[in-house]
């Protein structure tokens, strides 16, 4: 029989009977073991969550030395991520949707709650903190390597230069990418080379202090943070250690493998004073190393003057691939995960490059959002979106809703609500037709100015998705603070899904959690039939994944959606003649 864990509850209360009641009650619980603590003022429950490990609070709001949401507050305070469930004698409902919106988890009613009750808001609010924290971990960290990622390193690097500018130190921030990764991941696969990313990222470990930040920040690009780093021998020591370690032999499965690796580096305050000036010239440093040779690294110097002439050579491209027409749309479909029928699709963008081939949008929204052009590339895609989703309609064919991502900058935009407006009317589409997707990164910034514009659209009849969902620090809250109509959960949770784990965990709690809220629930990235036969098993909405379709082109899609339709079509004309 396994061992129940004990979960340290503090009831803050200064009525005996009600503290007697309390532990009566939690005595009884059969499915945890609950250790009581009992403080009767503020004062002493401050004390108590900052010198103890608390699972959860069971507060009452009316306290000597303290009345109603000011104990929340207080408590809170101290301790952010604190579970806090109200147990009090008011009736009130206005107040007690006050009180959850202050942080409390519950709201119980002195003399209308039973064992089972108390003992279940206890367990569930510990059990969303657990949650939160792991969701808050993963989105903090690369899944693939453990490693803090770019988030974490921007939050980390804003944290060092604070404290750098009050001791006078200097900070040196090291740029690095592996010399020729793609020629090994296109030719043995993604798992040596996922192999490969982890060996790299121990080794990058080993070179540096337990002090020091080494960071993923996407495919085969990392960063790292040396604090306290007063003397260029000491970053050049750090550059050279890395690039031998990395440069050693790796034994992958039955493959030897040799791989280097080329390194920038700028210092701050010398080389920039923020964020992004020390993280740009690192890169305009990287750039020089890769140029130069690679397998070498350089120390960002005034000289370099790549980062001006590479920023006018990209936006002159960007603005021709517009005046060219060059982007172009590609379609995934969505699937009922019950009937197996298509429901909606994603309209995704894409750059016929005249040298490159098609590149997917990793590889240039991020130079539209720097170049300002992504306003006048997005407006495109939501109109092309919509025209092309009525030609479908006026073709007998059953799309359902065409979802379109939206950018930050375009949300905030002043007349945004007005284009969207003036495209639904030139395009005829009807709004209920119409999905807009945003990620929680774009909830962070602006959240009243947001707000106020999503219910602009949502009064136009277009329904909201949060997309890459559970990937962000505060997800779940902001299920609360805004009225998502679908909810996308990310790919990263549904690749795991079939193993046991957090991901499995986490992605049946989205589910329920999203269910019970009535919000429609699509699952990105599902590749399998095991992830399929899971999620249905969950009674997932909608499956969008490369296991049915991958993105297409409308011209594709039409094909599919006539060859889904024609048996329907066929039986139609057998009835009516």
């Known amino acids: 029989?396994?061992?129940?864990?004990?979960?340290?509850?503090?009831?803050?209360?200064?009525?005996?009977?009600?503290?007697?009641?309390?532990?009566?009650m939690l005595s009884h619980s059969e499915n945890t073991?609950?250790?009581l603590i009992c403080n009767t003022t503020m004062a002493d429950a401050i004390e108590t969550?900052?010198?103890?490990?608390?699972?959860?609070?069971?507060?009452?709001?009316?306290?000597?030395?303290?009345?109603?949401?000011?104990?929340?507050?207080?408590?809170?305070?101290?301790?952010?991520s604190l579970p806090i469930v109200v147990m009090t004698g008011c009736k009130d409902d206005n107040f007690a949707l006050t009180a959850l919106k202050a942080g409390a988890q519950d709201y119980l009613i002195k003399g209308q709650i039973d064992e089972a009750q108390l003992s279940r808001a206890l367990s569930y609010s510990i059990e969303r903190k657990n949650l939160q924290e792991q969701i808050t971990h993963m989105a903090n960290h690369d899944q693939l390597t453990g490693l803090a990622n770019r988030e974490l390193f921007r939050i980390r690097l804003e944290h060092a230069i604070s404290c750098a500018e009050r001791r006078n130190e200097s900070i040196a921030v090291l740029y690095l990418d592996l010399d020729h990764f793609k020629s090994i991941n296109d030719a043995l696969g993604h798992g040596v080379g996922d192999m490969l990313l982890k060996n790299v990222?121990?080794?990058?470990?080993?070179?540096?202090?337990?002090?020091?930040?080494?960071a993923r920040i996407g495919g085969d690009a990392f960063a790292i943070i040396l604090e306290g780093v007063n003397e260029t021998y000491n970053a050049s020591a750090i550059a050279e250690k890395i690039i031998e370690r990395v440069g050693e032999q790796f034994n992958i499965k039955e493959h030897v493998l040799h791989i280097g690796c080329s390194v920038g580096i700028a210092f701050y305050p010398h080389c920039g004073k923020d964020v992004d000036t020390v993280i740009n010239n690192a890169d305009v440093a990287l750039y020089k190393s890769k140029s130069n040779g690679r397998n070498q690294y350089h120390f960002y110097t005034n000289e370099m003057d790549w980062q001006a002439l590479n920023q006018v050579n990209t936006d002159t491209k960007l603005r021709k691939a517009i005046e060219e027409e060059e982007f172009v749309l590609h379609?995934?479909?969505?699937?009922?995960?019950?009937?197996?029928?298509?429901?909606?699709?994603?309209?995704?963008?894409?750059?016929q490059h005249p040298q490159k081939g098609l590149l997917p949008p990793a590889e240039f929204i991020p130079l539209l959002e720097k170049n300002g052009l992504i306003s006048e590339v997005g407006k495109w895609v939501l109109e092309s979106a919509c025209k092309q989703h009525v030609q479908w309609q006026n073709a007998g064919l059953n799309i359902g809703k065409v979802a379109v991502?939206?950018?930050?900058?375009?949300?905030?935009?002043?007349?945004?609500?007005?284009?969207v407006e003036t495209i639904l009317s030139d395009t005829g589409i009807n709004p209920s037709c119409l999905e807009l997707e945003l990620t929680e990164s774009l909830l962070i910034k602006n959240t009243e100015r947001t707000q106020y514009i999503l219910d602009n659209l949502k009064a136009m009849?277009?329904?909201?998705?949060?997309?890459?969902?559970?990937?962000?620090?505060?997800?779940?809250?902001?299920?609360?603070?805004?009225?998502?109509?679908?909810?996308?959960?990310?790919?990263?949770?549904?690749?795991?899904?079939?193993?046991?784990?957090?991901?499995?965990?986490?992605?049946?709690?989205?589910?329920?959690?999203?269910?019970?809220?009535?919000?429609?629930?699509?699952?990105?990235?599902?590749?399998?039939?095991?992830?399929?036969k899971f999620l249905q098993d969950k009674q997932i909405n909608e499956i969008q994944g490369f296991y049915f379709s991958p993105p297409v082109t409308a011209s594709d899609l039409t094909d599919i959606l006539y060859k889904q339709q024609l048996p329907l079509r066929l039986q139609q004309r057998a009835v009516m003649s």
């Open 405 to 419: 991502n939206l950018s930050g900058r375009e949300l905030i935009e002043q007349d945004f609500s007005h284009t």
């Open 201 to 214: 990222s121990k080794r990058l470990l080993d070179s540096v202090r337990e002090v020091d930040t080494v």
């Open 33 to 35: 073991l609950f250790r």
């Open 461 to 532: 009849g277009i329904t909201i998705a949060i997309d890459d969902f559970g990937t962000g620090y505060n997800s779940f809250s902001y299920l609360k603070t805004f009225l998502f109509d679908t909810l996308k959960i990310d790919q990263s949770f549904i690749q795991h899904v079939t193993e046991k784990g957090s991901e499995a965990a986490i992605t049946t709690a989205m589910i329920s959690l999203a269910k019970e809220l009535e919000i429609n629930v699509v699952a990105e990235g599902v590749e399998t039939s095991e992830q399929l």
């Open 331 to 351: 379609y995934q479909p969505q699937f009922d995960s019950n009937s197996g029928m298509i429901s909606g699709s994603e309209a995704l963008i894409r750059w």
């Open 49 to 80: 969550v900052t010198k103890e490990s608390i699972d959860v609070v069971l507060l009452e709001m009316s306290l000597p030395d303290g009345e109603g949401l000011e104990n929340i507050t207080r408590l809170k305070s101290r301790v952010p």
């Open 1 to 24: 029989m396994q061992r129940k864990i004990a979960k340290n509850i503090l009831l803050v209360e200064d009525n005996p009977g009600d503290v007697r009641l309390v532990e009566i």
